[in-house]
């Protein structure tokens, strides 16, 4: 038996039970796929990665230190070494079993890969694992900041980028002058 109810929906009556048309259906079928957007916008957030990271003065052999010191000035023929943390939406650290690379990027185009390893890396017992690249300055270059980027690759070669703040004293700056040697 098919009558009009209350709300001007058709209904069909079938042993007892009232078959809603379309209307129902309808907002049924848009409930399910409005669901199903959710969930993948929840799933795109959960890949957020975020990062920690800074520079340090790298060891050279016959250059007086210190090394493993913070500092974004630089001197030619010192070596930068980005230290960088790479973390999941969990908090969980996103190891070389989670990304396929890190790299950090120059302003100038170079790249330089990452590797995903215990520090210090050799000698006395780590402390910490983390991602870390060096890059020794070439006597020639010039002077002035140098932005640089790191682009983290997951397994599924989505790419998320790091920049760090876009003021000068906050930038990689190589300046003028030679490293101290040791004697």
């Known amino acids: 038996m098919i009558a009009t109810n209350n709300f001007g929906i058709r209904e069909m009556s079938v042993e007892g039970e009232a078959l809603v048309k379309t209307p129902k259906l309808f907002a049924i079928a848009l409930a399910i796929a409005m669901l199903g957007v959710a969930d993948s916008t929840l799933a795109e957030q959960v890949k957020k990665l975020f990062f920690e990271g800074d520079l340090v003065r790298h060891t050279l052999e016959n250059q007086k230190g210190p090394f493993c010191v913070l500092t974004s000035q630089f001197k030619r023929k010192e070596a930068v070494a980005w230290r ?15 990304l396929k690379s890190v790299v950090v990027e120059l302003g100038d185009g170079q790249k330089f890969p990452a590797r995903f390893g215990p520090h210090p890396p050799r000698g006395a017992p780590p402390t910490d694992y983390f991602w870390s690249v060096h890059w020794e300055i070439p006597a020639d270059y010039p002077t002035g900041s140098l932005g640089y980027k790191v682009i ?3 397994m599924d070669d989505k790419t998320q980028t790091w920049e760090p703040f876009t003021r000068a004293p906050s930038q990689l700056t190589v300046i003028a002058g030679e490293p101290e040697m040791k004697n």
């Open 84 to 98: 960088i943390r790479v973390l999941e939406s969990t908090g969980d650290v996103a190891d070389d079993k989670v």
């Open 152 to 154: 983290a690759t997951m």
